[in-house]
């Protein structure tokens, strides 16, 4: 039986596993980071806005004391002058690779090339975290604000390398919606500790990224891809969200993805308002246990192709075309178990469990918790009689049941509380493949 941990060994997953160094080209420069002095390729950091790097006390922050003219931020969200000014934030204007290391413990790494870099293809930035450690109190403590727009999830403007070996950690807050003065329109709105307003890339192979979010996690508001790495994310709202609605798509290819969220009002692990793509790597996503969120959730449904999936919650739709067979089943406890495939510790409990891998095998027969599971191969829940619930959403599909059968006419006993039908009181003989 496999056996997987959530949360703080991930580290311990990749190891043995390196492969070539992401950082082996050495035409970078280089940031060290401290509180009492900041340098640039060892020479102390410039206040001189013209230059590549330079240094200043200009956070984006939410202000406090402001009427509902200025935003729709709370007296939670805002902040006073003395403590946004604590903070140094860091600039970076020019097109490159830049390599962080040190800690900041009150600042900000704040990437703007302007506003018409978004058209330009040549203004990339590629931010290596070499062991770096940044906490900021009032905002993001990594922000793309302006770099190139690929809209694409193979390339971007916003790259981020976790060097082999590395441990690198975020713990940052957020900025709610500022209005542009006299409108209500947004001028600023940032969600999450580490944060792009265009798409975004991170790689890497046994570096590790762990953040810290007062809200959520990580945010892009079009693409974010996954290629590599270890990637821990504690959030108090979503683990990692992509905000454009339609439009944006979450794709893991590579790695290991570790999300323990929702410790707020709400929120889920993975939230697309796109789509969400699966393709390889491990993902063991946890979500809010107090309203209806997913461990994984996208508008416009979820693919798995590959890799390993554990997701608690409500999780979204699993589009039919997937190529990856997966599993699900109520739970009630914070030990869950599948017989023959893994056996995971929560730290909170959840009333139901989604598992995807190639492990899983179509003729076999699974219990969850030592309830039977319901199986689904490839977009089709594997009832006898053609029996089955579309994309995994939790209810029947008229159009695949028996001529005749009508599905608001269920026996009393076979609904959920919610109303929808419970596979788990129907007969066992109905819940094998």
Same mark, same amino acid.
């Given at each position: ?28 420069? *280089?940031? *060290? ?34 009427? !509902? !003219? ?22 970076? &204007? +020019? ?24 058209? $330009? ?8 975290? @070499?062991?770096? @450690? ?22 971007? %403007? ?6 082999? %070996? ?10 709610? +919606? ?7 329109? +947004? ?51 979503? %683990? ?13 290819? =590579? %790695? ?32 809010? @246990?107090?309203? #209806? ?39 009630? !406890?914070?030990?869950?178990?599948? =017989? ?6 929560? #730290? ?18 699974? &219990? ?15 009832? #006898? ?11 029947? $599909? ?14 009393? $006993? ?20």
């Amino acid at each position: 039986m496999k056996k997987w941990l959530v949360l703080l060994i991930c580290t311990l997953l990749f190891v043995g596993c390196s492969k070539s160094d992401v950082t082996s080209n050495d035409d970078y420069i *280089t940031i *060290t980071l401290a509180d009492n002095e900041i340098l640039v390729d060892g020479n102390e950091i410039s206040k001189d806005d013209s230059k590549a790097v330079y240094l200043a006390n200009d956070i984006v922050y939410y202000e406090e004391g402001k009427d !509902s !003219s200025y935003g729709e931020g709370t007296d939670s969200d805002s902040h006073s002058i003395e403590e946004a000014k604590s903070h140094s934030v860091v600039h970076i &204007t +020019k097109a490159g690779t830049y390599r962080l290391k040190g800690s900041l413990s009150k600042g900000q790494i704040a990437v703007d090339l302007g506003e018409d870099a978004e058209e $330009d293809p040549n203004d990339v930035v590629t931010l290596l975290l @070499d062991n770096v @450690d940044i906490t900021c109190e009032v905002a993001p403590a990594i922000i793309f604000y302006n770099v190139y727009e690929s809209n694409s999830t193979s390339s971007a %403007g916003a790259n981020v390398e976790l060097v082999n %070996g590395s441990i690198n950690n975020v713990n940052g807050s957020y900025v709610a +919606k500022i209005f542009k003065p006299g409108t209500d329109k +947004k001028l600023h709105k940032y969600d999450g500790a580490f944060y792009s307003k265009q798409s975004m890339i991170i790689d890497g192979d046994d570096g590790c990224l762990n953040i810290v979010a007062e809200n959520e996690g990580l945010g892009s508001e079009m693409h974010l891809t996954i290629n590599g790495g270890c990637i821990e994310i504690i959030a108090q709202n979503d %683990g990692i969200n992509v905000n454009e609605d339609d439009e944006s798509i979450f794709t893991m290819n =590579d %790695g290991i993805l570790s999300i323990d969220s929702g410790y707020g009002d709400e929120g889920d692990g993975i939230d697309s308002n796109g789509s969400l793509i699966i393709n390889g790597g491990t993902v063991i996503a946890m979500c809010s @246990d107090d309203t #209806p969120d997913g461990g994984i959730d996208a508008d416009l449904g979820i693919t798995i192709n590959g890799g390993t999936v554990i997701a608690f919650g409500r999780n979204g739709s699993i589009n039919k075309d997937s190529k990856l067979n997966y599993i699900s089943g109520r739970v009630d !406890s914070t030990q869950i178990v599948v =017989d023959q495939l893994f056996e995971i510790q929560t #730290p909170r409990k959840y009333s139901s469990v989604l598992f995807s891998s190639s492990d899983i095998d179509k003729n076999g027969t699974y &219990t969850i918790n030592g309830n039977n599971a319901i199986i689904n191969f490839n977009g089709g829940f594997d009832f #006898p009689g053609g029996m089955g619930r579309p994309e995994g959403k939790g209810e029947f $599909d008229p159009s695949r049941m028996p001529e005749n059968f009508d599905p608001n006419n269920i026996p009393n $006993d076979m609904k959920r509380p919610d109303g929808d039908f419970d596979p788990s009181k129907k007969p066992d003989d109905m819940m094998k493949a």
